[in-house]
Each structure stands twice: as structure tokens, then as C-alpha cells.
């Protein structure tokens, strides 16, 4: 029976870092969709203190592409989407809001039928705000490259609930 359990599960389990991107164009269509989607994140006294960036421009692609090892995936994809959090509206809370908004975002793009991966940003964060031209008080929380996907990785594993649970107490 496909209930709204199995699919939201089905949903949420399919979902895969993707880091290879097919060549094919991304229409805004489905970027703005996406966007649309993620900005019904919850935050802290719903503050809603975030921006999005969408970076097309190749050579900032292959800036961000260089903020570290990792970031390479930005180099394969036409599009790439740099969230913000702003430290100013939330001095306590951006981080954590700026992560759920991220992890909306993520979600959103795997609703639409796009494929991204998170980049890590937190310890280039100038370096990123200088690429973007972004004031001093926009922290970047993550960069999406996104895409169709040029590969299909089976699931990572991931720990037992046994290991990752406590009743109680430790
Ligand atoms: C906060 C965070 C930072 C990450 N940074 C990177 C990164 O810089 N480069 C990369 O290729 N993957 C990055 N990842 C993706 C993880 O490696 C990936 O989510 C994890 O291996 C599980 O795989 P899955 O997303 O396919 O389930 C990051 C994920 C998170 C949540």
C-alpha cells in the first residue's frame, strides 16, 4: 500500500549527495520552485534570517570551486546556490536556521528533481563573501552546486538506532 508514510520515506530516503552533473541546462523554473519551497523552513521567532545567492557567473563557479578539496562538485554544475545566514537579524539563532533552511533548500531540490550536494563553507567563510560581494555579517551556511545527476551512488550506511539512541540516560 503506498501511504503518506512510505512515500515520505521513500522520499526522504532516496535523496543522495550527488557530485557529478549532467551537462543539460537548469532551468530557473525549477531553481526558483525550489527556492519557493525551502523558504517555509521554520527559525527562531520565525526571523527568517537568510538570503539566498544564485551564482551562474562561470568564474565565480570556479572560485567557489577552489575554497577547498571538496568543493569540486561546484565545477561540474551551471548552477550553484550559496546560503546565507544573517548574524545581524539573529545573533543567537543564524547558524541553526541557517542549517535548517540548507537542509530545506536540499530537500526542495530532490522535491523538484534536481540533484545537489552540501558543500561545507563555515571555515572559508570570507573567502565566499568576497567571491559574492556579501557584507560582513552575511555568514555563508552552505553551497549547493546543483544539477541532473551524471551518477546514481548507492546510500552511505549509517549508524543502528542502537548505537545513536538513549532511553533516560546514557
Ligand atoms: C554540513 C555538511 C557539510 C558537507 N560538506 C561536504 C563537502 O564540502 N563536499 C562534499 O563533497 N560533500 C559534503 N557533504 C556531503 C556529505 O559527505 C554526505 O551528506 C554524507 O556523506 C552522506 O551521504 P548522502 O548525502 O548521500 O546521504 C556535506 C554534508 C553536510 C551535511
Known amino acids: 500500500m503506498c501511504t503518506q508514510e512510505s512515500r515520505c520515506r ?4 532516496s535523496r543522495r549527495s550527488i557530485r557529478r552533473f549532467r551537462e543539460d541546462p537548469v532551468p530557473d523554473e525549477l531553481i526558483e520552485k525550489a527556492l519557493d519551497i525551502a523558504r517555509f523552513a521554520p527559525s527562531a521567532h520565525n526571523n527568517q534570517p537568510w538570503v539566498f545567492v544564485v551564482v551562474k557567473d562561470k568564474e565565480k563557479l570556479r572560485k ?3 575554497i577547498h578539496r571538496w568543493s569540486k562538485p561546484i565545477l561540474g554544475s551551471q548552477v550553484a546556490i550559496i546560503v546565507f545566514s544573517d548574524s545581524k537579524i539573529s545573533p543567537r539563532s543564524h547558524l541553526v536556521d541557517g542549517s535548517i533552511v540548507a537542509t530545506y533548500l536540499w530537500l526542495a531540490l530532490h ?10 563553507t563555515l571555515e572559508q567563510a570570507e573567502q565566499i563573501r568576497n567571491i559574492v560581494n556579501a557584507p560582513e555579517h552575511l555568514m555563508p551556511v552552505a553551497i549547493f552546486p546543483v ?3 551524471a551518477e546514481s551512488p548507492p546510500p552511505r550506511p549509517r549508524k543502528q538506532l542502537s548505537e545513536i539512541v538513549k532511553i533516560d540516560s546514557f
Request: hydrophobic share 55%; net charge negative; glycine share 10%.
Open 64 to 66: 567557489l570551486a577552489e
Open 111 to 120: 522535491c523538484v528533481g534536481l540533484s545537489t550536494v552540501w558543500i561545507y
Open 147 to 149: 544539477g541532473f545527476p
Open 10 to 13: 521513500e522520499f526522504l530516503l
